[in-house]
């Protein structure tokens, strides 16, 4: 059974740095859209950045560009989000995704997948 495990969040000042782990199992099989998303309170699930396991092409937010960097390590079949420069906008519940795709649903879509269950996620709060 596919089972992922956020781990990593916390709390850290305006401008810091925090890394998200995603351990996957059960994704073993074919190619595969990752992603992150990130839920504020009172505000709908939104998408943060994706990757093609196939060939680790990337996707990113307009807000998180530049900033925040996803990375997929197969061997260890872990997903990775480094976010650097955290702004108070940045406090979320953070999710991490997977799903079978090829490359161009995974470029088309990947803001946009919808899991039955979430999981537990990891909280991030960014605050002076």
């Known amino acids: 059974q596919a089972q992922l495990v956020v781990s990593g969040g916390g709390s850290v000042q305006p401008g810091g740095s925090l890394r998200l782990s995603c351990a996957a199992s059960g994704y073993n099989y074919g190619t595969y859209c990752m992603a992150w998303f990130r839920q504020a309170p009172g505000k709908e699930r939104e998408g943060v950045t994706g990757?093609?396991?196939?060939?680790?092409?990337?996707y990113y937010a307009a807000s998180v560009k530049g900033r925040f960097a996803i990375s997929l390590d197969n061997a260890r079949n872990t997903l990775y989000l480094q976010m650097n420069s955290l702004k108070p906008e940045d406090t979320a519940m953070y999710y991490c995704a997977a799903k079978p795709s090829s490359l161009y649903d995974c470029s088309v879509s990947w803001s946009r997948m919808r899991l039955p269950d979430w999981g537990q996620g990891t909280q991030v709060t960014v605050s002076s």
């Open positions: 990757i093609f396991s196939g060939g680790g092409d990337t």
